[in-house]
């Protein structure tokens, strides 16, 4: 069962503008929530992670928001180029346990 | 500095074949994990290892099978290859700055 739902499944986006992707999950005993990004032929890398006692943070362009009490959080890219174009995912580990469940992805492309 | 090493980036399979994925990580990481990766289905785990000699299975883990001697090494092995297992399989560690993912391994099964 998928516990982490992330959207859109893919996003096109100007230069210049923001890029926002949701994710929204089920079970409430994770403690860690990563973003991670993926060019093609590469493996995921991480790019921002957060946890759930602060509900926003900040690494140059890239913000996660945290919202616990409707179990969603989500990536925005400020100013977005066209090499952030890649797949991000979103994921989430659980209390106790060492395992990260990931979303099924967004395929994010930057036009000029 | 390597981070994580899977080798090979590429291989096709026959049906019923066998073959080992292999991973190398010279972090000293305890933690490893093995994922694949399908398109549309994001990132499944398949086994995972909280340090050499432990093991355990994740949410996808049939038709697998891990082992983890050393620190260093935590290689995956199909036995018996079927079509379903036609996938993207990355390798990761878990450190405390997070998780390191390999370059990943295509597979095909045909």
């Known amino acids: 069962q998928q516990q982490v739902k992330q959207s859109p499944q893919s996003l096109i986006v100007q230069k210049g503008g923001i890029s926002i992707i949701n994710c929204a999950y089920e079970?409430?005993?994770?403690?860690?929530f990563p973003w991670y990004q993926q060019f093609p032929g590469k493996g995921p890398a991480l790019l921002i992670a957060?946890?759930?006692?602060?509900s926003e943070k900040k690494e140059g362009r890239f913000t996660i928001s945290f919202n616990k009490s409707a179990k969603q959080f989500s990536l925005h890219i400020m100013d977005s180029q066209p090499g952030d174009s890649a797949t991000y995912f979103c994921?989430?580990?659980?209390?106790?346990?060492?395992?990260?469940?990931f979303g099924t992805g967004t395929r994010l492309t930057i036009i000029p | 500095n390597a981070g994580v090493t899977q080798t090979p980036k590429f291989r096709i399979l026959k049906i019923g074949q066998s073959m080992t994925l292999q991973c190398t990580q010279d972090?000293?990481?305890?933690?490893m994990y093995w994922y694949r990766q399908d398109p549309g289905m994001g990132l499944k785990l398949i086994y995972y290892?909280?340090?050499?000699?432990?093991?355990d299975k994740g949410e996808v883990p049939n038709g697998y099978n891990v082992s983890r001697s050393t620190t260093e090494d935590f290689p995956l092995r199909l036995e018996l290859a079927a079509p379903s297992q036609t996938s993207v399989y990355f390798c990761?560690?878990?450190?405390?700055?997070?998780?390191?993912f390999g370059s990943g391994t295509r597979l095909t099964v045909v």
């Open positions: 990761a560690t878990r450190g405390n700055y997070g998780y390191t």
């Open positions: 079970n409430t005993a994770f403690d860690y």
């Open positions: 957060i946890r759930p006692d602060v």
């Open positions: 994921a989430a580990k659980g209390v106790g346990n060492e395992k990260l469940t």
């Open positions: 972090m000293n990481h305890n933690y």
């Open positions: 290892s909280v340090g050499a000699g432990i093991t």
